[in-house]
């Protein structure tokens, strides 16, 4: 999507079936424009644009849709940034998500040149949608616009342990997860590795780096990333979804929290009892 192809993610279900099947059914989907005004402040990530995006349209706010992300916003990403908002378009029910080629998208291309890539988001419930700055706070579900969305709020609430007006930069992690397909690029691992240098992991927390693929894991260690990482207490991982899927035995316990880079906070998602609040790099 990022590069203006139409591409249609998929999830584990939908794997299993295209495995067992070697099909998928696929029905024409509508179509939604957003668009991206102004200049993102101090510390605000492409991650951080699409969870806003996801925290005001919410988590079913674009069910059946394909995205066109636009504005000067989006044109002034880099393809790693415009990567991380289209991979994330399925959080929010969209079907695809795509942004017109331009000069960024073909010099890409043509030379495949890393480029550098709001508040800092974080989700403090059990979807994307449930998402407030990093200086705000958890919500009262009281004030919650009706009945359904008060439920699912009283219900995240009860499963992440955490109560309305907890301020999201007290809430205590025991992991750190910095992969999966929206955030493990060269570029997040540069913007990760120059916050965590000549700094040390809590000694309470368990961290880990998961590059996205064999490519960038060598991209890091040439630039000496890994030893950034190393030296400030996390587990420099092989790359892969690890995770993301707790599909291996990278799993949280019934009851750890875990700052994590990946695309999905529902309940289990990383382990059955895992709590997953979903950040940038």
Known sequence: GA??????????SEIEHVLATQSLLQRRPKTM??????????????????????????????????????????????????????NMTIECGGRAGMIAPDGTTFAWFAERQDTTSLSP?????????????????VPDPS???????????ERALAYMA?????AIEDIHVDRVFIGSCTN??????????????????????????VPGSQQVKAAAEQEGLDEVFRSAGFEWREAGCSMCLGMNPAILAAGE???STS?????GRQGRGGRTPLVSP
């Open 3 to 12: 590069l203006g192809a139409l591409a249609l993610p998929i999830g584990t």
């Open 33 to 86: 424009r957003i668009n991206y005004h102004g200049e993102p402040g101090f510390g605000v990530t492409p991650k951080d644009m699409i969870l806003g995006t996801i925290g005001q349209i919410s988590a079913a706010g674009a069910i059946g849709h394909a995205i066109e992300y636009a504005g000067p916003a989006i044109e002034a990403l880099g393809m790693e940034g415009r990567m991380t908002v289209c």
């Open 121 to 137: 988001q974080v989700t403090w419930g059990t979807n994307p949608g449930q998402v407030v700055p990093v200086t705000g706070r």
């Open 143 to 153: 004030q919650a616009e009706g009945p359904a969305d008060r439920e699912a709020a």
């Open 162 to 166: 955490l109560d309305p007006g907890t």
């Open 184 to 209: 493990s690029r060269i570029e997040d691992l540069r913007a990760a590795a120059s916050v965590v240098g000549g700094r040390t992991v809590h000694a309470s927390v368990r961290a880990m780096v």
């Open 257 to 259: 929290r875990c700052a």
């Open 263 to 267: 695309t999905r906070n529902f309940e």
